[in-house]
């Protein structure tokens, strides 16, 4: 890996810390920040987030690529980022996972949100190296109903590749609290978001992967990303943001535009709200943020803001930018978000003649539509 730099660091709450990790954070954050970003409750009762841009695009963003109105961009053909060098995968098997030991553990959703949501950092001294937009297995401790150890879940690594830390030691992850109740009227709860959730600074936490290629970032420093997150699936793209916002690196320096839509239901449930802001005023012109708090916004319709409808309002825009063969479109979160998207996406290409679910292949052939949903 290249020297990079962090210039942001994490403070962390008193409260939740262990002295270990206390003194040894602080350290960092005081030799290596430019500025901070804290892990602080959303407070209930702030003001619901709203689209933080107003429809400004920054000046140096064009279409490259321009078309008839009856026949797809042609997409020029790029090197694969599935090929590229020193991407590790499964490099901890379920059968010998890496023991990572929990740092910080802390919730990220306000009191009055609809359920819980925990940003974690996990050490790894560096033996889990993973790169942004992997995601990583996790193990919980007990056996099921079968008397058998617990089987993996997978998590979407929400740190950079050099961590929250920036010394390529650890791995974050963002959880949110599985409960339900089922047919029977019982309240069931998640097995591994429970535990992982649940986890104490300290503890030991059984680790596979790194896994996964869909999510790894263009390497192109001048590209246009236009991520799309709901809930947790908010994970890569701080993992993308960090490295493109708070950290130098000799080889990437990102000088293209950044547009995140975050979906969540509730002001209190918007996830690193304040590291995003920070961003924005570190780069006003390379980074667009949009939030869709579900219930608590509506279009001027009167319908639900999901992350599709806040969209919509700014279809003419997103379809320009989707002509560029440089603009990168990723999805993470709830698996109904997509139809949702497709839906806008159809009528818009509609408009130029253009059949989306043709153009929808052509993207993702040349990986600039990464969809990684559940
Ligand atoms: C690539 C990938 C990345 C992921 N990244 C993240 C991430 O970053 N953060 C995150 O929080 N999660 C993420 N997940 C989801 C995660 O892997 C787990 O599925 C999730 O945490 C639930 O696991 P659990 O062990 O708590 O629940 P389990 O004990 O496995 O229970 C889940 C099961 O409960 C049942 N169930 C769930 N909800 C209901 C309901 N409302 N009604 C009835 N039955 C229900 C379903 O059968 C479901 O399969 C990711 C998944 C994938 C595939
Ligand atoms: N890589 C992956 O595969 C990956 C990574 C991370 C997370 N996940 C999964 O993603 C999900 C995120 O859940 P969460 O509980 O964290 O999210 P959440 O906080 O509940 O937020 C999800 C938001 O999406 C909205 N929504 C619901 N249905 C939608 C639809 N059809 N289209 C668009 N938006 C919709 C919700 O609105 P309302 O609730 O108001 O209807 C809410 O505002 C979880 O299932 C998690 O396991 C997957």
């Known amino acids: 890996m290249a020297s990079a730099a962090v210039t942001a ?10 002295p270990l990790l206390s003194s040894r954070a ?6 290596s920040a430019e500025s901070s970003v804290a892990f602080q409750r959303a407070r209930p009762g702030r003001s619901a987030a709203s689209s933080a841009n107003g ?8 279409a490259q690529v321009t078309t008839t109105s009856t026949e797809a961009p042609v997409k020029v053909e790029k090197v694969s980022k599935k090929n590229e060098e020193g991407v590790v995968t499964n490099k901890y098997k379920p059968k010998s996972p890496y023991i990572g030991r929990c740092l910080l553990n802390t919730r990220i959703t306000g009191d009055d949100a609809p359920g819980e949501t925990w940003h974690m950092v996990f050490s790894t001294e560096g033996e889990l190296p993973y790169r942004e937009g992997q995601s ?33 030691k650890t791995v974050s992850l963002c959880v949110k609290r599985l409960v339900y109740t089922n047919d029977q ?53 701080r993992s993308f943001l960090w490295k493109m916002f708070f950290e130098k690196h000799e080889d990437y320096k990102f000088n293209g535009l950044a547009w995140l839509f ?10 690193y709200k304040e590291e995003f802001e920070k961003m924005k005023e570190k780069a006003p012109d390379n980074f667009r943020l949009d939030f869709a708090v579900s219930r608590e916004q509506t279009n001027e319709k009167g319908e639900k803001m999901y992350i599709q409808t806040r969209m919509a309002q700014y279809a003419e825009e997103l379809w320009e930018l989707l002509k560029k063969d440089d603009t990168y479109v990723y999805m993470c979160g709830l698996k109904g978000m997509e139809k949702g998207i497709d839906d806008i996406m159809v009528s818009l290409a509609a408009k130029d ?20 949903v559940y």
């Open 9 to 18: 660091a994490v403070i962390l709450p008193s409260s939740k810390s262990s």
């Open 26 to 31: 602080s350290s960092i954050c005081i030799s």
């Open 55 to 62: 429809g400004r695009l920054a000046s140096s963003v064009r």
């Open 136 to 168: 990583v297995g996790v193990i919980p401790d007990g056996i099921d109903k079968n008397g058998k150890p617990h089987k993996l879940r997978l998590y979407s690594i929400a740190s950079s590749a050099l961590g929250d830390f920036g010394d390529s």
């Open 185 to 237: 009227g019982e309240i069931v709860k998640g097995v591994c978001s429970n535990f992982l959730c649940d986890l104490k600074p300290g503890a030991d936490v059984k680790l596979t992967g790194p896994v996964g290629k869909e999510m790894l970032m263009p390497k192109d420093p001048n590209a246009t990303i236009i991520m799309l997150g709901t809930g947790t699936g908010i994970a890569p793209f």
């Open 262 to 271: 975050l979906g969540v239901p509730t002001s209190s449930s918007l996830l």
């Open 353 to 372: 003649g253009i059949d989306w679910t043709t153009y929808k292949k052509e993207l993702k052939r040349a990986e600039q539509w990464n969809v990684e």
